[in-house]
């Protein structure tokens, strides 16, 4: 499933995180990469340097927008005066699809800065849903939605994640950005099977990939994004990859930002994954067994 | 609504509730060695707040997992505000620096999607409460004007630059220029910019130093940049070619921009320079602003 209706029916390959430390490296050389994230705030600005750096990196490269402020399950109504930055955003980079978290961090109009978890109820689910479809007709362009990582569980909740994931994309009838990374530390610290979630979703859905390092500390995983991808993760991206098809991927790499062409070479290390993947959903190949 | 309502999230005002709830609680200052504080607003123990809403595990309790998004919550937003105003931070110290970053977080969380805008009241804030820079609070004001005017010609808009034959023929007592909005007048008491011109080479330094095996690059890069002494300085806070810059300006030429700035027609503007300001000094200003493009359709 290389391309799907959640991600315009693309197939945009490996990407990695445009950051600023990079912009030198980039406009300079001009490396052969598949493709850009770009955070969609960091854009959202009325002019100067950040839109000429990005209006350069679009007249070479194919960029996808990746959000982390529409806050999709804050209980607030969507605020109109930043979804028409985001679309006149969204026109200029001419992004297949747009990703953004589900989570809430934003309360009668207070930013947190956070994308914290979602209690999973059905009402949490209903209204989450309804702002994806407010968001999407609004945008016009697929929408898909990131499972975030977290460091605490609710009373509330009346489902698994996964399943609270799968209810909120099925009634929103949008996509999924599956953040490896974020399952693998969230499982580690709620006490989850990972693959239980990697299988517990709709796979057909799932339009995006995120993959990056975290860091562990005694009692909880820290998703840090300042280490390359670890061995668990990389094993949970084959199954995912697997199950889900090759999907376009992105290396989340955020603090203590390496070469570019370290970040890179990391991000590159799905290929041996999606090679594999490849081979096992390939007919007369023999499917290889999920390996854990 | 009660605690206990909100905490179970399975209606929509209840899901509201929750959010108002837990948002509260995490944007709270920390106690001090940075832990999330021990009672509630009404007075209950945190723990019992806590645990209305979040699971335990075998690791960690309730509290625990509150305060990881509390302390988050702190260090993200110090960090920012850190990063924003390095002359204020030289300035103050960084015991005083971080009290007048916890104040100011405090009574103006971010109201803005971006934390581009974190520092957007600080200068109000400063002026409101100068118990947090006393006795430096002029200093301290003028310091976080201009690093705000850097964040502002970063990224603010840039209008088309209104050419001279497109107001060449309208009577100068009714034509109105607009100044860019990238571009921040500022009339200070202190030669700020000098000063956090010296604090960023020492930073610079520092960190080219972090490295260094001989103390002669560490005994320069810790040095305390002397606090400036008082000074009128009119500057134009702008960018050229995507860099900051800036650009001092004579009295009398910041008096003919801040005219313009606010809507006065030409003459008027023109006749704020005063009386000793002569015509060709005047149209050399003018050349030259034109030049940087700082005039735009009003």
Redesign the interface.
């Known amino acids: 499933m290389p391309a799907n209706a959640f991600n315009a029916h693309t197939d945009y390959g490996i990407g990695i995180g445009l950051r600023v430390p990079h912009y030198a490296h980039i406009l300079e050389k001009k490396p052969c990469v598949d493709w850009f994230e770009i955070i969609s705030?960091n854009f959202?600005?009325?002019?100067?340097?950040?839109?000429?750096v990005l209006d350069r990196i679009l007249e070479q490269y194919r960029v996808v927008q990746h959000g982390v402020?529409l806050y999709f399950g804050?209980?607030?109504k969507p605020?109109r005066a930043?979804l028409r930055r985001l679309k006149a955003l969204v026109k200029r980079t001419k992004t297949p699809w747009l990703s953004d978290h589900l989570c809430?961090g934003?309360?009668?109009?207070?930013?947190?800065?956070?994308l914290?978890p979602m209690?999973y109820?059905?009402?949490?689910a209903k209204?989450t849903a309804g702002k994806i479809r407010m968001v999407r007709d609004y945008l016009e362009i697929p929408i898909c939605v990131e499972n975030v990582s977290s460091?605490?569980?609710?009373?509330?909740s009346?489902m698994t994640e996964w399943e609270f994931l799968t209810e909120v994309v099925e009634r929103a009838d949008c996509g999924i950005l599956l953040d490896v990374n974020n399952i693998y530390v969230s499982s580690k610290?709620?006490?989850f099977d990972p693959y239980a979630y990697v299988d517990g979703i709709p796979h057909r859905r799932v339009g995006q990939m995120h993959i990056a390092g975290h860091t562990k500390f005694e009692?909880?995983i820290l998703d840090t994004h300042d280490h390359p991808v670890l061995d668990p993760v990389w094993r949970l991206y084959a199954h995912a990859t697997r199950r889900c098809g090759v999907t376009a991927t992105l290396l989340e790499w955020d603090d203590r930002i390496p070469s570019f062409q370290e970040v890179h070479d990391e991000a590159l290390k799905a290929n041996v994954f999606i090679d594999g993947a490849k081979a096992a959903r390939t007919p007369g190949t023999g499917a290889a067994a999920a390996v854990r | 609504m009660k605690l206990s309502t909100a905490a179970r999230a399975d209606t929509p005002r209840a899901l509201l509730a929750f959010q108002r709830a837990l948002k509260d609680a995490l944007i709270r200052p920390l106690a001090p060695g940075d832990r999330t504080q021990r009672h509630w607003t009404d007075g209950r123990p945190m723990t019992e707040f806590a645990a209305a809403f979040i699971k335990p595990n075998d690791r960690l309790t309730a509290l625990d997992r509150l305060q990881i998004y509390n302390r988050m919550y702190w260090f993200r937003l110090l960090d920012c505000f850190h990063d924003d105003n390095p002359g204020l931070r030289a300035l103050l110290g960084g015991w005083k620096f971080t009290r007048l970053a916890e104040a100011y977080l405090a009574r103006h969380p971010s109201r803005s999607f971006t934390l581009r805008n974190l520092c957007v009241r600080l200068e109000g804030f400063l002026r409101a409460e100068p118990r947090w820079t006393a006795p430096h609070t002029a200093l301290a004001v003028d310091v976080a004007r201009f690093e705000w005017a850097q964040t502002v010609a970063f990224d603010g808009e840039a209008r088309p630059v209104i050419a001279p034959a497109e107001f060449a023929h309208r009577p100068p007592s009714r034509l109105r220029l607009g100044l860019q909005p990238y571009v921040t007048l500022l009339d200070l008491k202190y030669p700020v910019d000098d000063f956090v011109i010296a604090v960023k080479r020492r930073d610079a330094l520092r960190t080219e130093a972090s490295n260094a095996t001989t103390s002669g690059p560490r005994a320069v890069a810790s040095k305390r940049v002397p606090r400036p002494r008082p000074g009128r300085v009119c500057l134009a806070v702008h960018r050229m070619d995507h860099r900051l810059y800036y650009k001092r300006l004579e009295p009398a030429a910041y008096r003919v921009l801040a005219a313009l700035r606010d809507g006065a027609p030409l003459t008027r503007a023109i006749a704020a320079a005063g009386a000793s300001a002569k015509p060709d000094r005047v149209q050399g200003w003018f050349a030259t602003w034109m030049e940087l493009g700082w005039f735009c359709r009003r």
């Open positions: 705030e959202m600005v009325d002019g100067g340097r950040p839109l000429q402020s804050s209980a607030d605020d930043h809430w934003s309360v009668d109009g207070t930013y947190t800065h956070d914290l209690p109820t059905f009402a949490a209204r460091y605490a569980e609710f009373h509330a009346e610290n709620h006490d009692k909880y």
